[in-house]
């Protein structure tokens, strides 16, 4: 037994595959609290009190009912629809979203894949959900789908131009792409964040990467590809059962990877802010997944508060206003330290 159990964990697929089950079985149990979650601020923030029955209490386990419903529920086709095209398009818009994980270092125990431009493997692999959302828009067959499919693909192309900049600006401090050297640079004290680092270029760098991020989610003030006023459902209007549900878990996991990003590169990561005080692999996860957890508890705090832009107000802010202030943070973060 013990020689077979050497011989499984020696063999390299099998540890291939060991580390990218990991990120999921961190991603299920999220997005299903995280749903639950979005209810409950929503209800307290319209003094309501949202899921109190299922499960007990605070109607905890009214999501786990959700997709046991939508398991059951008949996965219909248009029958003008583009049956190939519709049935992977959720499968690839969620792999794109997970893809993502294998370089985010939970802690400095564990990461995916610890290759040295992790960064900009996110940065790319992360663009597959496009393609996803334009494959879902275009094979139902239905206006409001293609028309929710080409908004997001105009919105997300749109925004990773200031994301990318506004990443690239601690990637000038690091001198790196490597998310968990990058990580061991902000060791100590919460003063040693780069948020906190060429004041104020980095922070704000920081916010263009806040708002931009919220637009690579689809999330409110930028979430005109699934405008329900408009366009009942966006991309996913003919969407049912667990394809649908696959939607919504790649929209949370997205959330969460934008997330971790932004915790690893300005907020010290697994980094304790507390310096040698609480700290250590252990300690790392829980402080990792925390900062992560208050960035996702932000954006939705924002979609109940902001209204939803227009689309021209959304290339505006994007062209406009992001981008010549991401080009103006390089430009200082530059200068300081060529100074």
């Not at 291939?16 to 991603?27: D, F, I």
């Not at 009214?62 to 992977?88: C, G, S």
């Amino acid at each position: 037994m013990e020689q077979l159990l050497k011989t499984i964990f020696e063999n390299d697929l099998f540890v291939y595959v060991l580390m990218a089950v990991v990120p999921l079985m961190w991603v299920l149990p999220y997005a299903l609290f995280a749903v639950w979650l979005e209810r409950k601020v929503s209800a307290h923030m319209q003094d309501r009190l949202g899921p109190m029955r299922t499960g007990g209490w605070h109607g905890w386990a009214q999501t786990i009912a959700d997709i046991l419903k939508l398991i059951q529920k008949e996965d219909i086709v248009p029958k003008a629809a583009d049956r190939k095209l519709h049935f992977l398009a959720p499968f690839v818009v969620f792999i794109g979203s997970y893809a993502a994980f294998a370089a985010i270092p939970f802690s400095s125990a564990y990461i995916g894949s610890n290759i040295n431009i992790g960064l900009f493997y996110i940065i790319a692999v992360s663009s597959l959900v496009v393609v996803g959302i334009l494959m879902a828009g275009w094979s139902s067959n239905n206006k409001w789908s293609l028309l929710g499919a080409m908004r997001s693909a105009a919105q997300i192309v749109s925004y990773e131009i200031p994301t990318a900049l506004a990443l690239l600006s601690i990637v000038m401090i690091a001198g790196t792409l490597d998310l968990q050297e990058i990580n061991h640079m902000q060791t100590g004290w919460f003063w040693n964040w780069y948020l906190f680092k060429k004041f104020p270029f980095v922070f704000i760098a920081f916010v263009i990467y806040s708002v931009a991020s919220l637009a690579e989610t689809n999330r409110t003030p930028f979430d005109i590809p699934e405008a329900e006023s408009e366009l009942v459902a966006g991309y996913h209007t003919e969407y049912s059962g667990m394809k649908f549900a696959l939607f919504f878990l790649a929209e949370y996991a997205n959330m969460f990877a934008v997330s971790a990003i932004g915790a690893t590169l300005f907020l010290g990561g697994w980094n304790s802010p507390f310096g040698n005080f609480m700290s250590g692999p252990l300690w790392g996860v829980f402080w990792f997944l925390s900062k992560g957890m208050f960035f996702v508890f932000v954006q939705m705090w924002l979609r109940w508060t902001l209204p939803r832009l227009r689309v021209d107000q959304l290339m505006y802010v994007s062209w406009k206003v992001l981008t010549p202030w991401a080009f103006a943070c390089i430009l200082g973060v530059g200068f300081w330290t060529m100074l």
